[in-house]
């Protein structure tokens, strides 16, 4: 069974570089939160750091109401996946899955059993005794888990464990992941680059930006609400177009209506960005009318990438992405519109 | 054609200094005034039996010494905590590899001999009484200096080929529960087995060769094969014999890198 995780106002330097800021986080136990952000933003950082590699410079962090701060990383009952797998050459399959239970004095049948059971578990029945240059990287994807899991740890702690994996085997791996971590009950710290896999196996989301939280909360609220241009961005919202605040109103092309933005979503006027989704914006129809912001552009050029068309709309010197059902004319004037849901406005860096 | 040239030097150096000298040698082993025979190997093998077992005994136990020293400190170089100590240790292990055989010999003889400076120092703070102090001028002398000597070498390999493996691999065994001996027993020496092999092999081999040192620090007999090999020649000039016991050097020194080549074939066909 899992076990809750507290991270209080850490810090951690390299150095004279100062990595993580004052960062505060919790974790239920039983809980799998994704640290997600770009390179370099401290995510594997952080979880090095619950797990003991990293010595923190300031703050705690507790592990079940425990203080396990300066305890050094065999004593945490975190198991953690590496990203290069950290398999030894040297060790079998069945001898790795059984190294953390042999350091705990199990008998051999024990261990032998447990290994059978890991095996069964994770689809590598048959294969215990193979080293892993003779595994494909699916396979020593899930030997790494197996040894972590083997352990039966209360904290499970996933450094980018599928950046190695190809799409496809990525893809399933991720759901059985997940429900694996569900049905063992493990508190799961999982870090990654990847959105889509952070929102797929995530409870919440921790989006870290250059060594502080920049939010958290669960996927579907991070999804509909970012809080800052660097949250949209991260989460998809790539398209910027520049807007005017007037009051509590933002503005797009002129003779368009206003958009009526909520108080607490609402940036100071002047000058500001709207951030939107290229799934998420439409075509209009001349005089077609929308609860959301339009603007007047034309048609640069049409792709097909699949299912759909993906189309470049130029809106003054800028250039925008939108998906639509149809290919649209190259040059053709239309009216871009950005449904009040998916327009995400902030503050013009 | 240029490939050959470009390789000319290089087997002009091979041949004409190793490959001929070495040539006359194995020829001069069974040569006698009066043409070929194995008095010579017959003379080596009566006369200096208990000097090849000497050597055999002091070389092998140095290079095992060796070995585990390098172990332990590529280990700590590794797998250590203290910066301090990593950084004192990484800085000084390396400088007995500048220091020449002869002069390690002659500082040696200065520290382990009966009134050397280890015996005053540990009486002069109280550590040891006068009567308790020995001379270590004899085979223990050889062992310290070959060991002495060797360490820094044997563990340059060592220590290199374990700060070359993947960190991850250590921080998992860490992660698992394994305490340091562990990891370096469990995970790190399988990883760095041939390099140490190497290390020992080539150890070996240097230790098996050197005149200098079982001369300068103990000259009585029984004695290494290299100073009855030059006692053979100087006194004697008798080449015949000194030939014969270089070959049988040769013999041992090639059994060693024939059971390392061996495995590390076996090794690769895995």
């Known amino acids: ?349 | 054609m240029l490939p050959y040239l470009l390789l000319a030097p290089a087997l002009f150096v091979v041949g004409a200094f190793f490959l001929v000298p070495l040539a006359f040698s194995v020829g001069g082993a069974f040569e006698g005034p009066q043409g070929p025979t194995l008095a010579n190997l017959a003379n080596a093998a009566s006369l200096y039996r208990m000097d090849l077992l000497f050597t055999l005994l002091i070389v092998v136990a140095s290079t095992a010494l060796t070995g585990l020293g390098a172990v332990a400190i590529g280990g700590y170089l590794t797998l250590g905590r203290s910066k301090l100590a990593l950084r004192l240790l990484g800085a000084m292990y390396r400088w007995p590899l500048f220091i020449p055989f002869i002069v390690a010999a002659q500082a040696m003889r200065g520290f382990i001999g009966q009134n050397g400076l280890m015996n005053n120092t540990l009486v002069w703070i109280g550590l040891m009484p006068q009567e308790w102090a020995q001379s270590f001028l004899d085979w223990r002398g050889i062992v310290i200096t070959f060991v002495w000597k060797q360490l820094p070498f044997a563990t340059l390999l060592v220590a290199g080929a374990m700060a070359a493996l993947d960190r991850s691999g250590i921080e998992a065994a860490q992660n698992l529960g394994a305490n340091r001996l562990r990891i370096l027993i469990g995970i790190v020496i399988p990883q760095v087995a041939r390099n140490i092999m190497v290390a020992l092999v080539l150890s070996f081999v240097t230790m098996m060769s050197v005149l200098s040192v079982p001369m300068m620090i103990s000259g009585q007999s029984p004695t290494m094969l290299t100073v009855a090999m030059a006692w053979r020649i100087n006194s004697f000039g008798d080449y015949g014999t000194a030939n014969a016991l270089g070959l049988v050097s040769c013999v041992m020194t090639g059994l060693v890198a024939w059971v390392w080549l061996r495995q590390a074939a076996a090794e690769r066909a895995r």
């Open chain 1, 1 to 349: 069974m899992g076990t809750s995780v507290e991270v209080d106002d850490l810090s951690v330097s390299f150095g004279r570089t100062s990595v993580l800021h004052g960062i505060s986080l919790s974790v239920a136990a039983g809980e799998f939160v994704a640290l997600l952000g770009p390179s370099g933003c401290g995510k594997t950082t952080l979880l090095r750091a619950i797990a003991g590699f990293v010595p923190p410079s300031a703050g705690r962090i507790r592990a079940g109401g425990q203080d396990i701060t300066r305890a050094p990383p065999e004593k945490r009952g975190a198991a953690m996946v590496f990203q290069s797998y950290a398999l030894w050459p040297h060790m079998t399959v069945a001898k790795t899955i059984g190294y953390g239970l042999k350091l705990r004095g199990w008998n051999s049948g024990r261990i032998d059993a447990k290994v059978e059971e890991m095996l069964r578990l994770l689809r590598l029945e048959g294969l215990g005794a193979r080293l892993p240059a003779q595994l494909s990287g699916g396979q020593r994807q899930r030997v790494a888990l197996g040894r972590a899991l083997a352990v039966d740890p209360a904290i499970l702690l996933l450094d980018e464990p599928m950046s190695n994996l190809d799409a496809r085997v990525r893809e399933g791996v991720r759901h059985e992941l997940r429900a694996l971590q569900q049905s063992l009950g493990i508190t799961a710290i999982h870090v990654t680059h990847d959105r889509e896999e952070a929102m797929i196996m995530a409870d919440r989301i921790v989006i870290l930006q250059e060594g502080r939280i920049a939010q958290a909360g669960t996927p579907e609220d991070l999804w509909a609400r970012p809080a800052s241009a660097y949250v949209a961005d991260f989460l998809g919202a790539t398209n910027r177009l520049p807007v005017r605040i007037q009051g509590s109103q933002a503005e797009a092309s002129p003779g368009e209506a206003p958009l009526d933005l909520a108080a607490d979503r609402s940036p100071p006027p002047g000058p500001a960005t709207v951030h939107f989704r290229p799934e998420e914006a439409r075509i209009l129809a001349a005089g077609e009318p929308l609860d959301g912001l339009v603007f007047r552009g034309t048609v640069a050029l049409s792709a097909y990438p699949g299912g759909r068309w993906r189309a470049s709309i130029r809106v003054g010197r800028d250039d925008v992405l939108v998906d639509v059902p149809d290919r649209l004319p190259e040059g053709a004037a239309v009216r871009l519109g950005i449904p009040s849901p998916a327009a995400h406005v902030f503050a013009a860096p």
